[in-house]
């Protein structure tokens, strides 16, 4: 009888606590790494996540551990789930504890301020392991539902679709759908500039801008992150399906994301300590939208709707004031 994978999950938040129980619900030997002691005690004792999960129960093959050693001892998958602005520096403590030929998952949804460097760029650069090594999960997947087992799809991206269909087999399971891609830079930036695009529409519901300007934001942000993507080398394809359309409409109309929930507070007048101090969890795009600008003038890629993000949220201008230097643009082609 061949023995079962086995799963390391860095990170004890929402989505790296729920993607655990995907794994686990799939078969896998899952252990969470928790920075605080006192929660992985918690989680083994009472089976639940109650920072972060409260009141869902999880599998029975889950376990938690504040010893990172003994989270990635043996592990086939190590799994990366905290937030992306961390990662450099926790890599580089996990380093040499990652088991050899382990393959490293990242479910974060960031570019790397400072470097504009991708997940998988950064893990490729710290961990010093080659691309066909690492892999991307994204898509349209909300931790709270996926945590309570309701369907879901997601994209297993790796540029070896060989590692990608391992990891597919290793998390599918009756709720959770995963396709493959081998397009890890369309995959990756999909996920990254919806968190910002994600924004845009909050502070538009907060200000009560109506749906025709969700419509909008939606659709041009969708667009200029086609942009950014096609001029780095990805599949505008990828742009279409989960990992890109998928996850902006989840994540742009559901009160469970928090870079939305962050907008919202934002576009009904809070300042930007306000709404910080309100928000429990990372808001990934409240960085990662001067990453993604950065990135975007690198390459000399017009980011209309991320440009204003980053004028709102940092540089103090009124949302209102930003929303009518953006009507009034220069007209021009749909496709330009």
Excluded at 71 to 92: H, K
Excluded at 224 to 242: C, H, I, K, N, Q
């Amino acid at each position: 009888m061949s023995q079962p994978v086995k799963a390391a999950v860095f990170g004890t938040g929402s989505w790296g606590t729920a993607f655990g129980m995907v794994l686990a619900d799939a078969g896998c030997e899952v252990t969470l790494w928790a920075r605080r002691p006192e929660l992985a005690e918690a989680v083994n004792s009472t089976r639940t996540n109650p920072d972060y999960l409260p009141g869902v129960e999880l599998p029975a093959n889950v376990r938690a551990t504040a010893d990172p050693a003994e989270a990635a001892r043996d592990a086939d998958f190590t799994v990366l789930a905290v937030p992306s602005q961390t990662l450099r520096a926790n890599l580089a403590d996990w380093r040499p504890l990652l088991a050899p030929g382990t393959v490293l998952v990242s479910l974060m949804k960031g570019v790397e301020v400072g470097t504009a460097m991708r997940m998988s760029e950064v893990v490729e650069d710290v961990a010093k392991v080659p691309a066909e090594r690492i892999a991307v999960v994204t898509g349209p997947n909300l931790a709270r539902e996926v945590a309570a087992r309701m369907p879901a799809a997601a994209v297993v991206a790796c540029t070896d679709e060989a590692v990608a269909r391992r990891l597919q087999t290793a998390c599918h399971t009756p709720y959770f759908r995963p396709y493959t891609n081998t397009d890890v830079i369309g995959c990756e930036l999909g996920g990254a500039v919806k968190n910002v695009i994600s924004l845009a529409v909050g502070i538009a519901d907060g200000m009560g801008l109506g749906d025709n300007a969700k419509g909008s934001l939606i659709t041009r942000g969708l667009a200029e992150t086609t942009r950014l993507g096609m001029v780095l080398g990805a599949d505008p394809l990828t742009f279409s399906g989960l990992a890109g359309l998928g996850d902006l409409v989840a994540t742009c109309s559901s009160p469970l994301s928090r870079n939305h929930t962050f907008g919202t507070n934002l576009g009904k007048g809070m300042t930007l300590q306000e709404t910080i101090a309100v928000t429990r969890q990372t808001a990934e795009g409240v960085k990662s939208c001067l990453s993604v600008l950065d990135l975007a003038r690198r390459h000399d890629v017009d980011m209309p709707i991320t440009q204003t993000v980053v004028a709102i949220v940092h540089e103090g201008k009124s949302p209102m004031a930003a929303v009518k230097e953006l009507m009034a643009r220069s007209a021009k082609p749909e496709r330009h």
